[in-house]
């Protein structure tokens, strides 16, 4: 992301005693996390199934839905070129 961008998470409801909560972030935090993210010490887990174009957003969230996500849920929200 970019620095000043925003991350935006859709989840459902939340329960007691779950609790949600949000970080923000500048470019200097996102710096200190680039050498474990560039060594894959942290890397992100995506659903191999879980990637979505902005228009199939439904979808997406009904897969969620499913309880049957093996890491995260990518929705695109700009159309890509095949």
């Not at 890397?43 to 902005?54: E, H, L, R, T």
Request: without cysteine; glycine residues 10%; negative net charge.
């Amino acid at each position: 992301m970019k620095e000043g961008g925003k991350v935006v998470i859709v989840i459902g409801a939340v329960t007691v005693p779950a609790f949600v909560f949000i970080v923000t972030s500048n470019g200097a935090d996102l710096e200190k996390l680039n050498p474990y993210l560039e060594s894959g010490k942290v890397k992100a887990v995506i659903d191999p199934n879980g990637i979505y174009p902005f228009s199939q957003t439904l979808e997406g969230l009904a897969y969620v839905d499913t309880g049957r996500v093996a890491g995260k849920v990518v929705i695109y929200p700009i159309e890509q070129d095949n």
